[in-house]
C-alpha cells in the first residue's frame, strides 16, 4: 500500500499547487530534489526535473511568472494561459515521484493524478481572477496573486513534509471556493 500512497498524496499536492502557479512547485522539486531535501526521490525518467539546468531554467521562469502575475491584465492572460500549460507541468511533477513505476507507469501515473487536479484548481483560480476583475476593476489581483503564490508554496511544503495532510488541506481549499462561489452568485442577485 505505502507504494502508492506516499507518491499519490505528493502528487495530488503538487498538482494542486502547479493548478495555482505553473513554475513554482516544479522549482520546489526540482529544489528538493537537486538538494535532497525532504526525502525527496525523482522517478529515473524526470531525473532531469533536478539538474542544475533545469533548476536555473525553472528559477527563471518561477520569477517571471510570480512578477508578471502581479500585473491586472497580464494576470488574466496568464491564466488563460495556465489553463494549458498548469495540467501538463501538473503531470511531470506528480508522475516525476512515482519512483516505483516504470517510465510509462509513472507518465500514466502523473496525467491521471496531476492533469485533473490542477485543472480544477487552475479553472477555480481563473473565476477568482475574473470575479476579481469584474469587481475591483483588478485593484485586488495583486493582493489574490500573492495569497495564490503563499498558498501553492505552503501546499508544496505540506506535501513534502506532511503528504497525509493533503487530503485534509485540499477538502479545506475546496470549503473555502465553494463558499466563494456562493458568495459571488449572492451578490450577482443582488
Avoid: C, Y
Avoid at 496568464?78 to 500549460?85: E, K, P
Avoid at 498548469?86 to 511533477?93: D, F, G, T
Avoid at 505552503?154 to 493533503?166: D, R
Amino acid at each position: 500500500m505505502e507504494t502508492w500512497l506516499l507518491p499519490v498524496l505528493l502528487g495530488l499536492g503538487l498538482a494542486a499547487a502547479t493548478g495555482l502557479r505553473t513554475f513554482l512547485p516544479l522549482l520546489m522539486l526540482s529544489a528538493a530534489a537537486h538538494f535532497e531535501l525532504f526525502g525527496i526521490v525523482l522517478g529515473e525518467s524526470f531525473a532531469w526535473v533536478g539538474s542544475t539546468g533545469a533548476l536555473v531554467a525553472l528559477a527563471v521562469a518561477t520569477a517571471v511568472e510570480l512578477l508578471a502575475d502581479l500585473i491586472p491584465v497580464v494576470d488574466n492572460a496568464l491564466g488563460v494561459f495556465g489553463t494549458f500549460t498548469r495540467p501538463i507541468a501538473a503531470a511531470i511533477a506528480a508522475g516525476a515521484v512515482f519512483t516505483d513505476l516504470g517510465p510509462t507507469g509513472a507518465v500514466i501515473a502523473g496525467i491521471i493524478v496531476g492533469a485533473p487536479t490542477a485543472l480544477a484548481f487552475s479553472a477555480a483560480q481563473t473565476g477568482t481572477r475574473a470575479a476579481s476583475t469584474a469587481g475591483t476593476a483588478g485593484l485586488a489581483n495583486p493582493v489574490i496573486s500573492v495569497v495564490e503564490d503563499v498558498l501553492s508554496f505552503v501546499m508544496v511544503l505540506v506535501a513534502f513534509v506532511l503528504p497525509l495532510l493533503i487530503p485534509v488541506l485540499l477538502a479545506v481549499l475546496l470549503w473555502f471556493a465553494w463558499k466563494g462561489v456562493r458568495r459571488v452568485r449572492a451578490l450577482r442577485q443582488a
